[in-house]
């Protein structure tokens, strides 16, 4: 904690610019190395040199990026940009917003992922996306065909991770489908306009029409408590780099 409020009050310090830095582990503890930004529009963009990135390198192992997002513009999510850098440095990237940090695991882009069950599925694409959008979810041990050996692990867990069962999809509602199963053994986000993205098993994860033969297979809705409080910008964000939404 003492090392989040400093990181904190660093960034109070240096508003309305972006701050930036790195957390570093000098195998003993996690340290705070703030960096000079280097960005022509520093209120709103950060840029680190190599030269501090390899300073910082030289003092330990690299945890996170540190950068902030000052108000009144700043948001509490990964800007496109962001997640862009954030999938080539390969780190966890922590965001100072409102004097709160909020921690970004780093994860691949939403789409394009390889599937693999249990490591990279359909509950995994949604449990990444609604931590860009601000909110970690519990990560579930998961066997393949769970759905055919007496199992029903979404039904078990989806009200415990917050989760509230609604008729009509809004953006950011997950969408429970049943294929060729008895129990919901498929998950996908809704994102508007009749499209949804998901991951379905020996395909990449896609962006897809909301209609036909997974409409037909809807199981169920369900939205989060905090749905209201949480901003699905982050996702957005994560997937306009390849779409236009």
Known sequence: MELEQQIIDYAIKHEPHEICGFVVFDETKNLFIPCENQAEDKANYFEIS?????????????????????????KPVLSTLDRKMQVQTGLDWWLVHNQQIHKFRNVPPLIGREFKHGMMDCYTLY???????????DEFERHDDWWHTGQNLYLDNIQGQGFERVETPQIGDVILMQVGADVPNHAAIYIGEQMVIHHSPNRLSKRDLYDGYWLR??????????ADKLDFDGIFNDIGEQYEI
């Not at 449990?127 to 979810?137: K, P, Q």
Request: aromatic share 8%.
């Open 50 to 74: 190599d030269l501090d990135y390899i300073k910082a390198e030289e003092q330990g192992e690299l945890v996170a990026v540190v950068h902030s997002h000052p108000e009144p513009n700043g």
């Open 127 to 137: 449990r990444d996306a609604y931590m860009l959008a601000g909110y970690e979810m």
């Open 217 to 226: 297979h809807t199981h169920s809705i369900w939205r989060h408590k905090l």
